[in-house]
């Protein structure tokens, strides 16, 4: 009798087992699994260069859209502006679109911003053709000169609240992805460059110009309200493309300098060609220290954080000579032996070199965007062309066409924990990584040929290019959700 027990608790076990398995193995009725990436547009060219995680667990999505995209696609009652417009994108958590916002005048417009704000808005930046002033969504905002620094303001439904453009009587650029940041006293503090011609007119007051294109900086109010705005150069050309408060309060600011020796940056000494050049201010913009890093080849800075240390992380990407001189020639020669790699350098609060590391394969990386993680490590991404797949740091890591995503998992010491190349069979272009709990979100834009295709297996193209993002786990794996 025990034995004949004992064979149906057996067999009852290992049906509950058995049954459990296949569940796992085939699925039951919802609980299918598909890659969490997406693209979206219209039916001509879609540029990602922003991307953020909202407070509702969902992502902004910001860049810009010609006009042939309008009222098709993903912008179905989305009417054009003019030629270029800021296009926001707000989806869920899954990636369902929840609205989406066609923003310009009858001119070209740029966004390379759209930051969320603590009123549970969003705060936009990019910049603005003479055009567009006193058209469309600028309505009763006249143009500076040339191309201005144009702000938008919007609710969380993606209302306009204000708007404001600014600049001097030529042209003014925002050009990169970390040019606008919320402050803590609730307005905001954006940067970009500025011809020398736009010098103490306009918006620019008061303020000197050194040569050639300066960074810009300004401070405004909640309501978009000039509190002060400065000028930073020297003789030679400077492209100011990413800005952060810092824990004292002040700023850093940080981009590309043709380093002159004078003005500004009297003091400094080039080091060739083109450096990344660091500014640390004060809360009123007054210079506390500035550094420039560089080798004999053009060094090109896009991305600054600071770090738990109290110091800071610095992004970009450097071309490579012969010898590695300069900033860079204590680097280990086997590390990055392509054309162009990503340089990262971490400095101390001062600006002293702690580490820096070059990473790359045989052909040309280009480096856009740098976090530091939940783990104090660091989270790096650009994208690669097919000549440095499954070369030098990218060994392991095939391509899939053209120019893929690339990203970079470190420790807190630069040492690569892993890296992974993600893209389809053509254009792949990364600008933006995000940090969830659980997750980075990758955002950037994809050519048409690159649908369906390697990590894009399954997704439709809507036009030439494309946003496209794509969800990784912590270990860089492509991200899976139930639908």
Not at 69 to 87: C, E, H, M, P, V
Not at 384 to 406: E, V
Not at 440 to 463: D, E, P, R, V
Request: net charge negative.
């Amino acid at each position: 009798m025990n034995k004949i027990l004992i064979h149906i608790a057996f067999l009852l076990i290992f049906g509950v087992i058995n049954t459990s398995i296949r569940a796992q193995i085939t699925g039951t009725p919802h609980l299918n699994f598909k890659p969490i990436t997406a693209r979206y547009g219209g039916s001509d060219n879609d540029y990602l260069f922003s991307l953020d995680a909202t407070p509702d667990g969902g992502y902004i999505y910001g860049g810009y859209s010609s006009s042939a995209s309008a009222n098709n696609g993903d912008q179905l009652i989305s009417n054009t502006k003019g030629n270029i417009d800021y296009w926001l994108v707000k989806t869920d958590m899954m990636g369902n679109i929840q609205w989406q916002k066609r923003f310009g005048g009858a001119g070209d417009d740029y966004l390379y911003k759209a930051l969320p704000t603590s009123d549970s808005g969003y705060i936009l930046i990019g910049r603005s053709a003479s055009e567009s002033a006193n058209t469309g969504d600028q309505n009763n905002i006249a143009g500076k000169g040339g191309i201005d620094y144009w702000v938008v303001k919007i609710d969380s439904a993606g209302v306009i609240q204000w708007q404001k453009r600014f600049g001097g009587s030529d042209d003014d650029l925002i050009n990169g992805s970390a040019s606008i940041i919320q402050t803590t006293d609730g307005g905001y503090f954006l940067g970009g460059y500025s011809v020398a011609a736009s010098a103490a007119t306009g918006d620019q007051s008061g303020s000197v110009g050194y040569g050639g294109y300066d960074y810009w900086v300004l401070k405004i109010s909640s309501s978009g309200t000039i509190q002060w705005q400065k000028r930073y150069g020297g003789s030679g050309d400077d492209y100011l493309y990413s800005i952060k408060q810092t824990n004292d309060g002040g700023y850093i600011l940080g981009g590309n300098s043709l380093v002159a020796s004078n003005g500004i940056q009297m003091g400094l000494a080039s080091h060739g060609m083109i450096d990344y050049w660091i500014i640390k201010t004060d809360s009123t913009g007054n210079i506390s220290w500035q550094r420039n890093y560089g080798s004999n080849e053009d060094d090109n800075m896009y991305d600054i954080q600071q770090t738990n240390d109290g110091g800071y992380i610095i992004a970009g990407h450097s071309s490579a000579g012969l010898i590695l001189t300069g900033d860079q020639q204590n680097i280990n020669p086997t590390s990055g032996s392509g054309i162009v790699d990503f340089w990262i350098i971490k400095i101390t609060t001062t600006g002293a070199i702690q580490w820096q590391k070059r990473y790359g394969g045989s052909g040309i990386d280009y480096c856009y965007s740098i976090k530091q993680t939940a783990d104090t490590g660091f989270i790096v991404g650009g994208f690669s062309d097919d000549n440095s797949a499954n070369t030098g740091d990218q060994s392991g890591s095939f391509g899939f066409g053209g120019n893929d995503f690339w990203v970079i998992k470190t420790d807190n010491n630069g040492i690569v924990q892993w890296q992974k190349r993600f893209g389809g069979a053509s254009d792949d272009f990364l600008y933006s990584i995000t940090e969830n709990p659980d997750s980075f979100i990758l955002g950037g834009f994809s050519a048409q040929n690159s649908y369906n295709s390697g990590t894009q297996s399954g997704i439709n193209s809507k036009g030439n290019f494309d946003f496209w993002a794509i969800k990784v786990n912590k270990d860089g794996q492509v991200g899976m959700l139930r639908y």
